[in-house]
């Protein structure tokens, strides 16, 4: 994820409309650009920005480099709740490799911490077509509504993006 472009994200984070108070978590396996963007967006904003590191090779890194406003977590994919201290987020941000065991779960424990009517955005490769197509088709399995994916904005990812919605996915 490194190779994302800084300006085309900056588009991207269009979607987030002014707001007086905005929790935004982002589960990520490396630093990229979202990562500095995202934290300065939210610095700026003062916005919470929660970031969930799943890989601890990068931990003393991105502590050092963002604990100023971000909460850096290292975060385990397989714990049976994601659900911290009552925290709903209204944009759950995902640039992190999902085992393919492991992405369902991850959908269905992604639903009790985001808001109702809060946005998913998960960055997938453009070439890989069949992990794009899991994901839409899991997605919708696990009742994430108008779910788009935009295939024009960055070179070398397509970000789907989709919603939770008030009453939905009560699995």
Request: hydrophobic share 35%.
């Amino acid at each position: 994820m490194k190779d994302l472009e800084k300006d085309k994200l900056k588009t991207l984070l269009s979607i987030i409309k002014e707001n007086p108070s905005l929790d935004i978590v982002h589960f990520t396996d490396q630093d990229n650009p979202l990562v500095e963007l995202l934290n300065d967006y939210c610095s700026k904003k003062d916005y919470y920005y929660q970031l969930n590191l799943l890989d601890n090779s990068i931990e003393v890194q991105m502590h050092q480099k963002y604990d100023t406003h971000a909460k850096v977590n290292l975060f385990h994919l397989q714990r049976k709740s994601y659900l911290m201290q009552g925290k709903q987020y209204d944009f759950v941000f995902v640039t992190a490799t999902i085992d393919l065991e492991m992405e369902s779960d991850f959908l269905r424990r992604l639903h009790q911490v985001t808001r109702n009517a809060g946005n998913l955005i998960i960055f997938v490769r453009k070439e890989n077509y069949t992990l794009r197509y899991r994901w839409l088709q899991l997605l919708e399995e696990h009742n994430y509504v108008a779910t788009n994916t935009i295939d024009n904005l960055c070179n070398n990812y397509d970000i789907i993006i989709t919603k939770k919605m008030h009453g939905w996915g009560s699995k």
